[in-house]
């Protein structure tokens, strides 16, 4: 049989028992927890010390563990609490509601240790991925699937501490007979209750596996165009352009079909259209949009053409093409090309813009 994890926490405080002996009986048990809470206090530093020294020697020492001391220090200091009154005060009126009540708190804490475990671990494993491959779609499609399954992982954990607390209770345990063998209409009645919620955690974690979206994605949904912020069991967060946040149910992504324009890559092409008169300066306008494409940090280099794309009444369409890494850089670099290029035809070659009075057809 496998020693209790508490049993070296449990001999210790029967140490301190002992050597409590030699005090008068009114104080014995003040001494005991005095020193059994200290233990727990110089055992939560030392912990976390040691762990943030192992990270620093291999290169992790922006991971920070000074989040798990408190989760440490409760969880020794609830066992140590638990053996005190178990050793100085079994037989004393309210003696059960003591032990049911520090159970309660060596649960929460050993829960909350748990979790600050598991998301010390997800950061392990997100800072190995990014020395290893730096940022981009690997670290992303890493960051998605990790971070669903700390939140599926974090879900459980909590339902199974409140399973532990309750089967403490000699009456829940009573009920569970019942409750088990009435499973089939319980399981029947949740199912229909929580049927789009459990749909919606499904979704999920098909998003997470299938890798249809990422996190930091740029996505095009219900016409509005974003990153794809946050992923969770139920949701999805898209930071639209203009900051504000769209809320969308997992199964937006399993059911609706969206735009994903970092699929495979950030790289987009894109073109703007000009409006000119037939005497319009072709060449020149070829010639000025290379040499403003070549000098601008948001053209990949990978297209750059003009073509003059259609005809109608008296005007002809100027259609660049163009591209970018990304689409800020793309809607930059348009906005850039179609400023400089008016401003030179304004200045330079007036007659060749239209007169918006003879425009016939203006959504060419």
């Not at 055992?43 to 620093?56: E, N």
């Not at 950061?123 to 890493?142: D, N, Q, Y």
């Not at 060449?283 to 003009?306: A, I, K, P």
């Not at 990304?326 to 813009?353: A, F, I």
């Amino acid at each position: 049989m496998l020693p209790s994890p508490s049993a070296p926490i449990d001999d210790t405080v029967d140490d301190v028992i002992e050597v409590s002996r030699f005090l008068p009986e009114s104080l014995q048990f003040l001494a005991v927890i005095a020193v059994g809470l200290t233990i727990a206090a110089i055992l939560a530093f030392v912990i976390s010390g040691i762990t943030h020294r192992i990270f620093q020697r291999i290169g992790l020492g922006e991971i920070k563990v000074k989040g798990a001391r408190i989760p440490i220090f409760g969880t020794f200091a609830s066992i140590i609490l638990k053996t005190s009154f178990l050793a100085f005060h079994r037989g004393i009126d309210g003696y059960k509601i003591w032990q049911f009540s520090l159970l309660i708190c060596l649960v929460f804490f050993l829960t909350w240790l748990i979790i600050v475990l598991v998301k010390i671990v997800e950061e392990v494993v997100l800072a190995r991925i990014r020395s290893r491959f730096g940022p981009g779609r690997r670290l992303a499609k890493v960051q998605t699937q990790v971070g669903l399954l700390r939140r599926v992982l974090i879900a459980v954990l909590c339902i199974l501490a409140v399973a532990a607390v309750l089967l403490t209770i000699e009456q829940v345990r009573a009920l569970g007979a019942g409750i088990l063998a009435s499973a089939g209409l319980v399981s029947v009645v949740v199912g229909l209750a929580v049927q789009s919620s459990l749909a919606n955690v499904f979704a999920g974690l098909q998003i997470a596996f299938t890798d249809s979206v990422r996190v930091d994605d740029i996505v095009v949904v219900e016409a509005e165009r974003g990153t794809v912020e946050e992923i969770t069991l139920t949701y999805v967060v898209v930071l639209l352009i203009d900051g504000r946040r769209m809320i969308l149910p997992s199964t937006y992504f399993t059911t609706t079909p969206f735009e994903n324009w970092s699929r495979r890559s950030t790289e987009i092409d894109g073109n703007i259209t000009l409006q000119l008169k037939l005497n319009a300066p072709i060449e020149y306008l070829r010639t000025r949009t290379t040499e403003l494409l070549e000098s601008s940090d948001w053209w990949d280099g990978r297209s750059n053409s003009l073509l003059v794309t259609d005809t109608y009444g008296g005007l002809q369409t100027v259609t660049i093409y163009l591209s970018s890494r990304d689409p800020g850089d793309l809607w930059n670099l348009r906005n850039m090309l179609r400023e400089k290029l008016l401003s030179e035809l304004v200045q330079s070659y007036p007659e060749c813009l239209p007169d918006p009075r003879t425009i016939q057809n203006p959504n060419v």
